[in-house]
C-alpha cells in the first residue's frame, strides 16, 4: 500500500517555476510508476507526464513537454515535478499518483492509476 502527499504549489507569474513533491509512504514504492495529473474547474483530470520506477524512463504530455521534468529519488521516496516557464493555461490541481506497472508499461489513463494524493494548487498569473 501507498499513501501519496503532494506539496509545493503555490501562486507564481507567467513565466515562473515551481518545483512540486510528491512524499510516499510504504516499503514499496520502488515497485511503482509514478505520475502526475491535473485538474482545472470543469474539466477533466489530465494526464501530466511520468516516470518508471526502473529505468526512470520520462514521458510527458505534449502540452508540458520542455517546459516540465519528472524526476524520483527512490531512497527517499519522493518524487517531483519541476515547472518551469509556467503558463496561465497550468493553472489547476495538481495530483501525484502511483500504479504497479512493469517499466515498459506507459499507460496514461488517469483510471490506470490506483494511489492518489490530495492533490496541491497552482495558480499562474497573467
Known amino acids: 500500500q501507498v499513501q501519496l502527499v503532494e506539496s509545493g504549489g503555490g501562486l507564481v507569474q507567467q513565466g515562473g517555476s515551481l518545483r512540486l513533491s510528491c512524499k510516499a509512504s510504504g516499503r514499496t514504492f520502488n515497485s511503482y510508476r509514478m505520475a502526475w495529473f491535473h485538474q482545472a474547474p470543469g474539466k477533466e483530470r489530465e494526464f501530466v507526464g511520468a516516470i518508471d520506477w526502473s529505468f526512470h524512463t520520462t514521458d510527458y504530455a505534449d502540452s508540458v513537454k520542455g517546459r516540465f521534468t519528472i524526476d524520483r529519488d527512490n531512497a527517499k521516496n519522493t518524487v517531483y515535478l519541476q515547472m518551469n516557464d509556467l503558463k496561465p493555461d497550468d493553472t489547476a490541481l495538481y495530483y501525484c499518483?502511483?500504479?504497479?506497472?512493469?517499466?515498459?508499461?506507459?499507460?496514461?489513463?488517469?483510471?490506470?492509476?490506483?494511489?492518489w494524493g490530495q492533490g496541491t494548487q497552482v495558480t499562474v498569473s497573467s
Open positions: 499518483a502511483a500504479a504497479q506497472l512493469s517499466a515498459w508499461d506507459t499507460r496514461r489513463a488517469a483510471g490506470s492509476y490506483t494511489h
